[in-house]
Nanobody
Framework: QVQLVESGGASVQAGGSLRLSCAAS????????MAWFRQAPGKERAFVSGINWSAGSTNYLDYEDSVRGRFTISRDNTKDTVYLQMNILKPEDTAVYYC???????????????????WGQGTQVTVSS
């Protein structure tokens, strides 16, 4: 059973930065995907960024187009923790951000919410203009 604990959400002004963290525990698979999704009021949960890894392979990363170049996902493999560095934040980035995990290397399928078995509780990010 994988458990995810997110942290780092806050209220910031447009142009500011935040770093979200997602710590996973209980991982037993050598192949793993962790991703960030976000959900704004009245909207569906949407992919933001993800990373997957397998033994002997390099990390595979992906980003949603609107955050590419502003957000960076990274992994501390010693702690099974994934970070989302968010720069040049915009009001439209306001949402609850959720961490998701799946014990498989999803690659392009990482954008699909239905592929994930494990979810965090969410952390609020509010960007004011």
């Amino acid at each position: 059973q994988v458990q995810l604990v997110e942290s780092g959400g806050a209220s910031v002004q447009a142009g500011g930065s935040l770093r979200l963290s997602c710590a996973a525990s209980g991982r037993t698979s050598n192949s793993f995907t962790m991703a960030w999704f976000r959900q704004a009021p009245g909207k569906e949960r949407a992919f933001v960024s993800g990373i997957n890894w397998s033994a002997g392979s390099t990390n595979y990363l992906d980003y949603e187009d609107s955050v590419r170049g502003r957000f960076t996902i990274s992994r501390d493999n010693t702690k099974d923790t994934v970070y989302l560095q968010m720069n040049i934040l915009k009001p439209e980035d306001t949402a609850v951000y959720y961490c998701a995990a799946e014990p498989a290397a999803l690659y392009a399928a990482m954008k699909r919410t239905a592929k994930y078995e494990y979810w965090g509780q969410g952390t609020q990010v509010t960007v004011s203009s």
